[in-house]
Nanobody
């Protein structure tokens, strides 16, 4: 499965962006899909996930209420709607697909397939 993430850009504080992650060579519906990000000079971190079964979602605390993850299996696409962006959201955003058990949902090593990343820069 090949993933492609896009939709990043340069925005100002308070703006919105929608990231998309599309899959080819396989069906997204078979996987739990997560978004991760790597801020400048920092480790890559978990952002949000939408599980394969039931479509339940989970977010890191810093984005709760501002970001929404959703999926359209018919389009083989997962979205990350980002509202009220802050400068600390600046990072390269990656989508990833896998089948982590529930307790390991935020564990990056549980994801098999990764997109190439898309840069999000939020200026003040």
């Amino acid at each position: 499965v090949q993933l492609q993430a896009f939709g990043g850009g340069l925005v100002q504080t308070g703006d919105s962006l929608r990231l998309s992650c599309t899959a080819s060579g396989g069906s997204f519906s078979a996987y739990t899909v997560g978004w991760f990000r790597q801020p400048p000079g920092k480790e890559r971190e978990f952002v949000a996930v939408i599980r394969r079964s039931g479509g339940s979602t989970y977010y890191t605390n810093s984005v709760k209420g501002r970001f929404t993850i959703s999926r359209d299996n018919a389009k083989n696409t997962v979205y990350l709607q980002m509202n009220s962006l802050k400068t600390e959201d600046t990072a390269v955003y990656y989508c990833a697909a896998g089948n982590p058990i529930l307790s390991a949902t935020t564990d990056q090593t549980m994801y098999y397939y990764w997109g190439q990343g898309t840069q999000v820069t939020v200026s003040s």
